[in-house]
């Protein structure tokens, strides 16, 4: 039936954090127009794979709204409508004009990237906006009729305390935000970051696990719901706020990615557009699809996928399809441990297990 979920990649930013590893363009305003024409031109090119009524539409980055006003306006018109239309954006580039934009073009959730609100860890970060910014933009995202907002933050930077920690819940849970994303800061080896602060990163690595219950016990105490490792809702009668797009990877669902360095899975196979900007506009003026990296998908690999992801989560996981990638002595083993729970034809993660992750499910697949 094609994919039912969309991924925009708008490579631009005004500067590149020293902690970020995307695929991300620095300035280069005068090809804001050039891009927008070949992410148009890739969609066409890639109509087929889609079906013909969405249910997300995300754009990320980058920084999505660094990207010209009149150029993201022209992107958000020409793409297919769906249910839940998000995009990513920095606080300090959120003015009211924006907003109301945004929410005029049938924009109905944005991403704010907070990260801290402590001044001299957004300096260790290279972040621009300030927590006032953070405060305006929400302010600005309110004032335009918006009732989904998101906040990321991040925890584990360097010269970050546990009570810098609980500082930061503090004031996103004063914004209201109908979602948080809590993620660890994971520093690529080799960057400049980590040359920068590997001392004090593999400080942090030890109260990791200490921050996480932290978070969790912080945000589900203010009545969030912990639908995912690091995501957080609010839990509202009537109202779904999971955040829908990233909860079709979960679920393993099929996705399309337009723009340079997205990552499309669409049946059995997984393709990434070429990282060159160069390379990707030349390739979509001449009417021809980007350079790709491509992966044959078999079925143990999406059956082990879906065994990764799904567990992140804190519904149970139907296991139709997937015994076979599962370990039935390792299973029994963490179930005796209290670490998941097995009932009939469904796999779920304890609370405990929750908290080991990764672990627990690296531990079960076969």
Not at 134 to 154: E, P, Q
Not at 193 to 203: I, K, M, P, Q, Y
Not at 219 to 230: C, M, P
């Amino acid at each position: 039936m094609g994919a039912r979920h969309l991924y925009v990649h708008l490579p631009f930013c005004a500067h590149r954090c020293g902690y970020c590893d995307f695929v991300t363009v620095v300035g280069q305003r005068d090809r804001h127009a050039a891009y927008v024409d070949a992410l148009l031109t890739e969609l066409e090119l890639e109509r087929a794979s889609l079906a013909d009524e969405l249910e997300t539409v995300f754009l990320g980055g980058g920084t999505p709204t660094f990207t010209a006003l009149p150029e993201l306006l022209r992107l958000l018109e020409a793409l297919p409508s769906a249910e839940e239309l998000t995009v990513e954006a920095n606080p300090e580039t959120v003015t009211p004009q924006l907003a109301t934009a945004l929410r005029a073009a049938g924009v109905t959730r944005v991403s704010l990237g907070a990260q801290t609100f402590q001044p001299a860890l957004l300096e260790v970060l290279d972040r621009v906006a300030g927590p006032d910014d953070v405060r305006r933009a929400v302010h600005h995202l309110r004032d335009a009729g918006f009732d989904n907002i998101s906040l990321d933050l991040l925890y584990g930077i360097p010269g970050q305390s546990a009570s810098d920690l609980d500082a930061d819940l503090g004031q996103a849970l004063e914004l209201q935000p109908e979602h948080l994303s809590c993620y660890e800061l994971e520093a690529k080896p080799g960057t400049r970051f980590t040359h920068a602060w590997g001392a004090e990163l593999a400080r942090q690595a030890t109260a990791m696990e200490h921050y996480f219950e932290r978070v969790v016990q912080r945000l589900t105490a203010a009545g969030y719901r912990w639908y995912e490792t690091a995501n957080f809702c609010r839990d509202e009668e009537g109202r779904d706020l999971r955040a829908r797009h990233n909860l079709a990877y979960w679920l393993g669902r099929d996705y399309l990615g337009l723009g340079v360095g997205a990552v499309s899975t669409i049946e059995h196979r997984r393709w990434r557009n070429t990282s060159s900007l160069r390379r990707y506009l030349e390739a979509l003026a001449a009417g021809r699809p980007p350079d790709r990296d491509v992966e044959p998908l078999g079925a143990s690999v999406r059956a082990r996928e879906r065994v990764l992801l799904g567990l992140r989560l804190d519904e149970p996981l139907p296991l139709a399809g997937l015994r076979s990638v599962l370990d039935d002595a390792a299973l029994a083993r963490v179930e005796r441990l209290g670490l998941a729970v097995e009932q009939g034809e469904t796999l779920a993660l304890t609370r405990r297990g929750r908290f080991l992750g990764g672990a627990v499910t690296a531990e079960i697949l076969a």
